[in-house]
Each structure stands twice: as structure tokens, then as C-alpha cells.
């Protein structure tokens, strides 16, 4: 068997490298040598989801390919890493499916710019709008942001992206004060007084809102309502209404109604189809998935049967080798190319 070509390796920013450890050789046979891989992993920032999620995939990846070697790397989240992984600045990465969407065929942000090397593994866990106020705000639905200060989330995340999309839909994004410091940065905003809400997008539960309600009692509020009766889930079809489930968060009795958006295992077309195969393999394999949900409960929705939901745009030629051997249908606008 001819070795595979190993990647190219490059110094991440605010990066740590995760150890291999020992398991199943990388696309090699019993005692057959493999070429070493060396992946940058884009993850995100502080407070969110991305960077503990990335982190997740890469230890359990490393666990059964001892030859691997993953930098995970702290971003600015979903829209940098879909101009991170489509220039090749870094390997793989994560990201929303409405980035990943705009990126890959050219439109918002990446208006004259498509990102032609994007491709997708899989889904790693749905995304949940959090609108979250303190409950001596007075705050009680979107309506009433009109005036106020609303974080909306780190710029050129997903959660900025998103609230951009939703706000400035809603007709509301004019009419407020809006800053961009997004996950713990927004929690100690809001508990300072700094700012009367903030939104962010991430899997349930999140570092940030966490960090919030462990101090004061707030208010999510219903996103769902407002993106259903405005058209907003016509217009921007990555999303679907859904609920934060009750008990999520202190002080959170009922479900609360709000807005998801898949969140997406990204690579550059370029990556060995044996690397993206065999870390997909591991990651999605029952063994994977149960380090993975252990080590960040989000990924409980990294199962086969969800794994191209949502998605919009072609898969890695090796992710789709290894959901056709596990016999998932593959629809042709979703095949490698």
C-alpha cells in the first residue's frame, strides 16, 4: 500500500495540539506503516461552541489513529472558518450551515467570493438561538429590544450572522444599540449592566448561558414566533423552529421556542480522502460517538441518521465513501465533486 501524503502542517493561533494516542492504524493494515497526518482544526471563540466541539472530534479521532496529529485552533467562529478551511489556511473546521451555504456558492458575506473548495462530513449538533435577558430587565419579547442594547454575538460569527439575518429581518436592527463581544464576553456584559440582552447561537447547554444564570435569573426568549410569522424561515431556509428543552438552564421551567441551524464538520476539498474517511470513521463510530457526547454534550446529535440534514453543499469525497458504506442515501447535489 502506498503511504498516504501527509498534510501540510502550519502554526495555529491560540492553538494547542492534541497528543496521539494509541488505537486503529490510519487507513493501514496490522503492523503496516502509515503516513503521519498533521491537521489545523478550525474551531471558535471563548464561551462557545465550536472550540470544545472541534476539540471533542480531534481527542477521539486522535484515540483511534495513533498517527494523527490535530491542532485546534481558537477563531472567530463560523464565518472565519468557512474562510479559513475554504482558503486552506486551515484543514477542516466547523461552522453553521447558513455560512457554509453563503460561502460555498458566493452570496451575503462571500458575495464574489465563493468558497469553491468548501466541503462537508457531517453534522456535528443543531445550533439554538439564545436570546437571554436578566428578568429584572422587563424584557419579554423581541419586540421590546427596539431601544435597547443587544449584543448579537462576536463579529463574524455565526451567532452575528445569524442575528443580522433575524434582527435586520425583523426590522429591528436599526432601532437598537448593538455591540459585538459574543459568548463569555456578552455574559459579563449583561451581568455588568453593560448591555440589556444578548444573543448567541450555540448547542444546549452553552459555557456562556451557563455562566449567566449561575449568578442572575434571566429570560429566553422566544425567537421561533417571530422567525415563523415574519417568513423568516421561508427566506432563509438553513433554519427550523425548535425548542430549548426545559431544565436546560437554572431557572428554565418550560420549553422555550426558538430557531436551529445545523452546525457542520467542514473541509477543504484538498484533504486526503483517507484522512477525512478515517477520522469521519471514527468520530461518527459508536465508540467515538460516546467520547464525543461524554466530553461535550451538544454532540449527542453526531448520529448517522442526522448527519446530512440540513446540509446544502457537496461532501468530502472520503466522508461520502464512508456514509455509503454505512449505506445512508446520498442525494446527487450532496455528492463529491
Known sequence: MTPRPSLRWRPAVAAFVLAAASGVACGSQP????????????GGPSGGSFFPAAGAVATVAQQQIPELKVSVE??????????????????????????????????????GAPQADLRAVGLLFW???????????????????????????????GSALTGERLF???????????????GSAASAALKDGQVDAYHWVS???????????????????DLATAAEESGFLE????YAAGEIPAGAYRGIAAPVRT?????????????????????????????GYA???????????????????????????????????????????????
Open 31 to 42: 503492523g503496516e506503516p502509515a503516513a503521519d497526518a498533521f491537521v489545523g482544526f478550525a
Open 74 to 111: 481558537g477563531t472567530g467562529g463560523s464565518g472565519e472558518n468557512v474562510r479559513l478551511v475554504g482558503n486552506r489556511d486551515s484543514d477542516m473546521g466547523v461552522a453553521y450551515g447558513a455560512d457554509l451555504h453563503a460561502g460555498y456558492f458566493g452570496t451575503e458575506d462571500f458575495a
Open 127 to 157: 445550533g439554538y438561538g439564545h436570546l437571554v435577558t436578566l428578568k429584572s430587565s422587563g424584557i419579554q419579547a423581541i419586540a421590546d429590544l427596539a431601544g435597547k442594547r443587544l449584543d448579537i454575538g462576536g463579529a463574524g460569527t
Open 168 to 182: 435586520g429581518h425583523l426590522g429591528l436592527l436599526d432601532k437598537m444599540r448593538v455591540s459585538y463581544l459574543g
Open 203 to 221: 448547542g444546549v447547554p452553552n459555557a456562556a448561558v451557563l455562566d449567566t444564570v449561575a449568578t442572575h435569573d434571566v429570560v429566553l426568549l
Open 235 to 238: 427566506a432563509y431556509p438553513f
Open 259 to 287: 430557531i436551529l441551524i445545523g452546525t457542520y464538520w467542514i473541509v477543504n476539498r484538498g484533504v486526503s480522502d483517507d484522512v477525512v474517511y478515517d477520522m469521519a470513521r471514527a468520530a461518527y463510530s459508536s465508540k
Open 291 to 337: 467520547f464525543a457526547r461524554q466530553a461535550f454534550e451538544p454532540l449527542k446529535d453526531m448520529t448517522p441518521d442526522q448527519a446530512l440534514q440540513g446540509l446544502t453543499v457537496p461532501l468530502h469525497a472520503g466522508a461520502e465513501r464512508y456514509w455509503a458504506e454505512l449505506g445512508l442515501d446520498i442525494p446527487e447535489r450532496l455528492r463529491a465533486r
